[in-house]
């Protein structure tokens, strides 16, 4: 993995930073995109340290704000000539329903329209840099949705933390699927992947009935590294060169759930998701 340029989201805890410091252990150049320029900062001394790797940058962005995105891949672009990995890890389970700037419920904004949006701000730099790699992290939670595109945004009067989240899981899979239809032919590749159930702080943001389930089952979790070892397969195996469009768990293709794979789905949530996306060129 030396002199390729990793770009890991969410990377200051958990998956995103286990992760991130796996990628930089193999030699990459990695870009930890943080929300808390502080926690970032820590995260990102801890992992120079432990990888003697010095070529590990921080950038900041907050997930629910599309002009923040879109402010953070202006400095990607300015600052990078190539990507050859991106990596969208960043997401929350909003404890109650919540509206961001942009108008949207924070865990459609965070789990989808963030991966949406900084993909397709980056999309051509990552064309221009082929061979390059899009992973998306999923999870195996979006066999619990069923419905139509209109209905990936809860509102207010029938929010439920876990279904939100389950939708936008379900999102992510079906972006991915829609965006390696459209990259055919251009060696650059789309693949998502459930990491697994993992013990991080990740579910305290949930309700406070999913958080107590959280804490009683977190021993029999899989740690933040073990968690890691798919999204890190996806980036650095020269196995997957060329494969796109594939879902994966504990590094194996498997299938997602049947209605995932409906391309009037995809394409009807692509163009749910152009139109609320404010700033793609």
């Not at 030699?27 to 120079?48: D, K, N």
């Not at 672009?77 to 509206?99: C, F, M």
């Not at 730099?125 to 949705?145: D, K, M, Y």
């Not at 195996?237 to 994966?248: D, K, M, T």
Request: glycine residues 6%; aromatic residues 8%.
């Amino acid at each position: 993995m030396k002199y390729k340029i990793c770009i890991v989201t969410g990377a200051n805890s958990g998956i995103g930073k286990a992760t991130a410091l796996q990628l930089a252990q193999l030699g990459a150049e990695v870009v930890m995109i943080c929300r808390s320029r502080e926690r970032g900062e820590q995260a990102r001394q801890e992992l120079v340290e432990k990888t003697q790797n010095d070529k590990i940058a921080l950038l900041l962005a907050d997930f629910s704000s599309q002009k923040s995105i879109s402010d953070l891949s202006q400095r990607i672009q300015s600052s990078y000539s190539h990507i050859d990995v991106l990596i969208n890890n960043a997401g929350l389970i909003a404890d109650r329903y919540r509206k961001t700037d942009d108008g949207l419920e924070l865990t459609f904004a965070v789990n989808h329209m963030g991966y949406f949006c900084l993909t397709l701000h980056l999309l051509s730099l990552l064309l221009a840099s082929a061979p390059a790699r899009i992973i998306n992290v999923a999870s195996e939670v979006h066999r619990g949705f069923s419905g139509d595109a209109e209905q990936f945004e809860m509102k207010a009067g029938n929010f439920v933390p876990m279904q939100a989240y389950s939708r936008s899981k379900m999102a992510n899979i079906l972006f991915t699927y829609a965006l390696a239809q459209r990259l055919q032919g251009t060696n650059v590749t789309a693949n998502c992947l459930h990491p697994g159930v993992v013990a991080t702080n990740f579910g305290h943001t949930g309700s406070k009935t999913f958080y107590a389930m959280f804490r009683t089952a977190r021993p029999f979790f899989l740690s933040a590294e073990q968690g890691a070892e798919t999204p890190v397969h996806l980036a650095t195996s020269p196995e997957l060169e060329g494969i796109s469009g594939r879902y994966f768990v504990k590094k194996k293709a498997v299938r997602s759930s049947e209605n995932s794979y409906d391309v009037d789905l995809q394409n009807m949530l692509w163009l749910k998701s152009e139109q609320l996306a404010r700033f793609i060129p």
